[in-house]
């Protein structure tokens, strides 16, 4: 979208009814910039917001963050219709030190005098105004404030003693950067008429740079990293001496980067040489990057341009002597008049580089040693290298090129392939993407291979079938003469042999994300080699550092998938299965050291909790992995240990696959005992999720074997759930004839604890059955015998609240209430977060049923902090949706 169709009214209605119009900008997607007091008064939000665009389209907005002192505020707006995705605006700081004015300033705004009536509308429209002007620097310096000076001469407001410009506060104010591209500076705040016609005074922008949270940053964070004003003037001429690769027309998605390497590039650049490394992994773009923004800086460099490519396979690499040679062929030398000796030549490239303002783009740089030689000494030129790695070299900038987000990813593809045809196949082309994980090598490579005559008038879906086998999915990203493998080769053959082995060995790693414990288990190391022997892979760009603290990792999709390829061709079958042995038995000894405490799979460790909220899928993709080798000792250790964790997070789907798995493991192993028990956990699940038909079986092959092995007490636990599943089925009756079962089995064996467990199972068939005066006289017994029985306090409050819900079904909702205080009670004490949310939601639903809404929502809102707080997405539905459904 273009920057001047950003321009945006703020509406604000007051409780008072009255209504004032404000100016403002979209700063990002679906983000507002304007100043405070447009939307609130003294800091207090009061009324209804919104933002009218250009289109007279008024969309609803609400207040993300207000600073009434610094007079700036920021909105979020509902989704804009054809406005997703906007690229956000880059934010510059003023350099207050320099005595210039900052030329070329703007503002689009809606000033009233601007205003028209129209018919139906009670806010009236007003058109848009475009003020030109300088920022003088050192103007408002005690205030920290700025001022525009504008060059526009507004129509003056007969008879109303106001200023031309009201109207025109919360318009963002921009100049331009060292590129010549648009950046904010500051937001009009105020017009004060005795400083003329001409004046407006800004809040510089630089205030926003602590907002973060929810509402950013969105922005660069660090006003250090923002854009300087004013900038250096430059001339408009193209270099004197150029030798660069032509820029790509289909370049896309880095403009903020480009941005900011373009301020490092020439920030000091009257007394210093500035040196900036951009960094990454293979394949990642950051040649084209450097080339782009070499072209765009020529106005920067009018005397030298020059780039030389020191890299760029494992048996190429150009010596510092020889990349010296081509630098000074690029300012014109024959090669008959190049001093004969190295000292000679470095003395004639540094006399080149100070009769102008020069820029040397190094690509591909391997090592520091390669190009020190060849660095600009005098102020006024400066270096671009690329690396793989960061490189040490004093005091260089460094900026690392990141993979490409998905929706920048499809806008390159569209590029290259075409955006109708894109269109015309959208899922498709965003299944392509998601296989090359913003990637551009694998982009550009993929767009030309559907763009190749073989492909050009067959459907994507056609090339997807080829990118879905991992096996071969490389080698559909390759060219004639260059491809994703030969760029990751460059990286991979010039690790050392240890350093390539772990690598290999990652490829095989289940999951996508691992830590250095793991790793170390799986490669046979101690911890502190695997430390070392990671971060040497990190260093190389070959593998990325993850979590909170760094200490994890990922392989991109890709270079996970070249592992695997060089480790299937360069290690043993046996070897590789070791790796994937090692690295199972490793989930599975952590998840038994916790699982196998007493009570555990009641209610999990706190540690255990936290850990598989960031393992659960590498803990599924260790079981398929498991699984798919056949080891089926494996399967049942990790199963088994998963029940508790799986209940808590209520992952249903997790539980049926992993369980699945088992119920096969199992019966590969011939291990009868672990069979009946995945069978009734698989059953759960498949009831849980609706999929009750499929489940009768399943527990009548577990009650076979529960008395085959002459078990009665896991054939009573096998008929409550099967009694269960007639309750979902709609069959109480059957229900009960299954509890009673179990209960002859518990009465005959003493084990009280059992009965009163089984009473809740109960009570619940009594419900459906329409008796829930049976169902409380059932749940009374069991408290009254849970409460007769020592140290049972976990018994009573499984009665109490069983109790609460029949009571509620009997319509006596006070009863209910009151007896709600004892499980509420205990699992505050016990600090059981998610049993806590249960019985919070129950209370909420009894408050409902009372009459009473605002004790329901103050109940369920707990609740549902609870939930979002340990991450249990299926159950944060469930009650938001309860939430939603409580009358106002």
């Known amino acids: ?48 917001i919104s933002v ?67 018919l139906g509308r009670t806010v009236p429209l007003r058109d848009t105004s475009h003020i030109g002007g300088v920022i003088p620097t050192g103007s408002h310096l005690r205030s920290e404030l700025l001022e525009l000076r504008s060059t526009s001469t507004p129509e003056q407001v007969k008879g109303r003693g106001e200023s031309a410009w009201e109207g025109m506060s919360g318009a963002v104010v921009f100049g331009r950067d060292v590129l010549g591209d648009p950046v904010a500076v500051g937001v009009v705040i105020e017009h004060r008429l005795s400083e003329g016609s001409s004046t407006l005074t800004l809040s510089p922008l630089t205030r926003l740079a602590d907002v973060a949270g929810d509402v950013g940053p969105w922005w660069h964070s660090d006003p250090q990293t923002w854009a300087v004003l004013p900038g250096r003037a430059v001339p408009r001429a193209v270099s004197r001496h150029q030798d660069l690769r032509r820029p790509l027309a289909d370049f896309t998605g880095r403009e903020r980067l480009i941005a900011e390497a373009g301020e490092r590039v020439t920030r000091r650049l009257a007394d210093t040489v500035p040196v900036l490394v951009l960094y990454g992994m293979a394949g990642i773009g950051k040649t084209e990057l450097a080339i782009q923004l070499a072209h765009r800086l020529g106005p920067v460099f009018p005397h030298a341009r020059i780039m030389v490519e020191l890299g760029r396979s494992e048996a190429w690499e150009v010596s510092a002597d020889a990349a010296m040679i081509r630098i000074l062929r690029g300012f014109g030398m024959d090669v008959g008049d190049l001093p004969p000796d190295r000292e000679g030549r470095k003395k004639t490239l540094q006399e080149f580089l100070r009769d102008g303002p020069s820029l040397l783009v190094l690509d591909n740089v391997t090592n ?169 892979l990190v260093d190389l760009q070959l593998l990325q550092s993850a979590g909170r603290d760094g200490d994890r990792y990922r392989l991109h999709d890709l270079l996970r998938l070249y592992a695997r390829e060089n ?112 069978l009734v956990h698989l059953a759960e699940a498949r009831r849980i999720l609706g999929r009750g038909a499929d489940t009768p079986r399943l527990y009548d092959r577990a009650l076979e074997i529960a008395r085959a092995l002459g078990d009665d007490g896991v054939a009573g636990w096998v008929l409550t759930h099967y009694g269960d599943l007639q309750l979902d089925l709609g069959r109480p009756e059957d229900a009960l004839g299954r509890y009673a079962e179990a209960g002859d089995i518990y009465r005959r064996q003493g084990d009280e604890s059992a009965l009163i467990w089984l009473s809740a199972h109960v009570a619940d068939a009594y419900v459906q059955a329409g008796r829930p005066a049976d169902a409380v006289r059932v749940l009374e017994e069991a408290l009254g015998m849970s409460r007769r029985r020592h140290d049972d306090r976990a018994g009573v409050v499984w009665c109490e609240w069983h109790l609460a819900l029949a009571y509620d079904q009997a319509g006596r909702h006070h009863d209910a209430e009151e007896i709600m205080t004892g499980p509420l009670a205990f699992h505050r004490e016990v600090g059981d977060r998610a049993g806590l949310a249960t019985m919070l939601t129950i209370l909420g639903d009894i408050h409902v049923h009372s009459g009473s809404p605002a004790e329901a929502r103050e109940a369920l809102t707990e609740a549902l902090d609870l939930v979002r707080a340990i991450g249990i997405p299926r159950r944060e539905e469930e009650i938001q949706a309860a939430l939603d459904r409580i009358p106002s």
Not at 85 to 112: K, Q
Not at 377 to 402: E, K, N
Not at 594 to 606: C, F, K, Q, T, Y
Request: glycine share 8%; with cysteine.
């Open 567 to 678: 480790a299937e061709q360069t290690d043993s079958p046996a070897d590789r299965h070791a790796v994937l042995r090692r690295s199972v038995e490793w989930h599975a000894d952590r998840l038994h050291g916790w699982m196998s405490l007493p009570g555990a799979h009641e209610r999990p460790p706190d540690e255990a909790i936290a850990w598989f909220a960031e393992e659960d899928a590498n803990v599924h993709a260790a079981v398929r992995a498991a699984y798919d080798a056949g080891d089926w000792d494996l399967v049942l250790r990790v199963a088994g240990s998963l029940y508790g964790l799986l209940f808590h997070r209520s992952h249903w789907e997790g539980m049926e696959e992993v369980k699945d798995m088992a119920v096969t493991a199992a019966r590969q192993a011939e291990d009868e005992r672990a069979e009946l028990g995945s």
């Open 52 to 118: 009218r665009l250009l289109n007279h389209a008024e969309v609803p907005a609400e207040v993300l963050y207000a600073d009434a002192g610094h007079d700036l505020a920021l909105l979020g707006t509902a989704e804009i219709p054809g406005l997703a995705g906007l690229t956000p605006i880059r934010f510059a700081r003023v350099d207050r030190s320099l005595a210039h004015a900052i030329e070329e300033c703007w503002a689009i705004g809606f000033p009233r005098w601007r205003e028209t009536e129209q």
């Open 1 to 48: 979208m273009d920057i001047t169709g950003r321009a945006v009214e703020v509406l604000w209605w007051r409780e008072d009814g009255t209504w004032t119009v404000g100016s403002g900008f979209l700063a990002a997607d679906r983000r507002v910039l304007t100043a405070a007091h447009n939307v609130c008064d003294g800091g207090v939000v009061a009324g209804e």
């Open 368 to 536: 520091e040693k390669q190009i020190l030689p060849l660095l600009p000494q005098s102020p006024g030129s400066a270096a671009i290298l690329t690396s793989r790695s960061a490189l040490s070299i004093d005091g260089a900038s460094r900026l690392a090129v990141d993979q490409l987000p998905a929706a920048t990813g499809l806008r390159m593809f569209e590029q290259i392939v075409g955006a109708g045809r894109v269109a015309r196949e959208s899922d498709t082309a965003r299944t392509i993407l998601s296989m090359l994980d913003g990637l551009p090598l694998a982009i550009r490579m993929a767009g030309e291979k559907v763009s190749s005559p073989a492909l050009e008038k067959r459907p994507l879906s056609s090339y997807v079938a080829l990118l879905a086998d991992e096996r071969t999915r490389i080698s559909q990203l390759a060219g004639k003469d260059r491809g994703v493998r030969n760029s990751f080769a460059v990286s991979y053959n010039g690790l050392p042999e240890d350093t390539r082995r772990l690598f290999r060995l990652l490829g095989l790693l289940p999951g996508v994300g691992f830590g250095a414990e793991l790793v170390a288990r799986a490669a046979g190391l101690d911890v502190a080699d695997a430390e070392r022997l990671l971060g040497e």
